[in-house]
């Protein structure tokens, strides 16, 4: 197996290890107002917490910037808790569409709390990475997987949303308030759970 391969499978299964499903958590937070339809306006926000998280995992891994992994552990699940807290207060699904402003506003949020995530993939990665001196393409390779892993979850996620609305006829909206909440319950678990909290 090429090094590109491994790096690239160690990413997607980064993201789908249920032992680190905080982050198939905010992927669904992001996710939980939409069903397959509307994969595109889904791609769009995912694609901006890509961007936000590549940035931080190429300059956290490369050494360029520092963090306090502490606190990065408590701010992951406080984005996951926001966004499952905006969805509760979304009258309907064109919340992206609503305004152009709004739109914008919710790509920004998107693409920070990526930069938050990827400061928790580079911890990970950096172990990986061990004594390896050349970590352009490891580090290109793995970021090309989390996202791959990534589109697996919206995909997934999305079809069983859909599943459950268009098949069963759960109402959207108490559709969009259970997963939400339950999203909400876990992320607040999480952030309680923290060593940060009790500093």
């Known amino acids: 197996m090429s090094e590109f391969r491994l790096y690239l499978d160690l990413g997607v ?9 905080d982050h198939m958590l905010f992927v669904m937070a992001i996710a939980a107002i939409y069903l397959l339809n509307d994969w595109r306006k889904v791609l769009v926000l995912v694609t901006a917490f890509t961007i936000g998280h590549s940035i931080t995992l190429a300059l956290a891994t490369l050494d360029l910037i520092k963090y306090d992994l502490e606190l990065i552990e408590f701010l992951i699940p406080l984005t996951i808790f926001i966004t499952a807290l905006a969805n509760l207060f979304t009258r309907d699904r064109r919340r992206f569409e609503a305004t152009q402003r ?15 995530h990827g400061l928790g993939f580079s911890s990970y990665l950096k172990v990986l990475l061990g004594a390896e001196q050349i970590i ?51 992320s607040a678990t999480l952030i309680l759970g923290t060593d940060y909290m009790f500093k």
């Not at 299964?13 to 499903?21: S, T």
């Not at 979850?153 to 098949?167: E, H, K, N, P």
């Not at 969009?176 to 999203?183: A, F, R, T």
Request: net charge neutral.
């Open 136 to 186: 352009l393409k490891p580090l290109f390779a793995f970021n090309i997987g989390l996202e791959i892993g990534q589109m697996v979850i919206m995909t997934l996620f999305l079809t069983l949303s859909t599943v459950f609305v268009d098949f069963f006829g759960v109402d959207r909206r108490d559709w969009k308030m259970i997963i939400s909440s339950i999203i909400l319950g876990v």
């Open 102 to 116: 709004k739109g914008y506003i919710n790509y920004f949020f998107a693409g920070f709390f990526g930069t938050i």
């Open 13 to 21: 299964f980064h993201i789908l290890d249920f032992a680190g499903y």
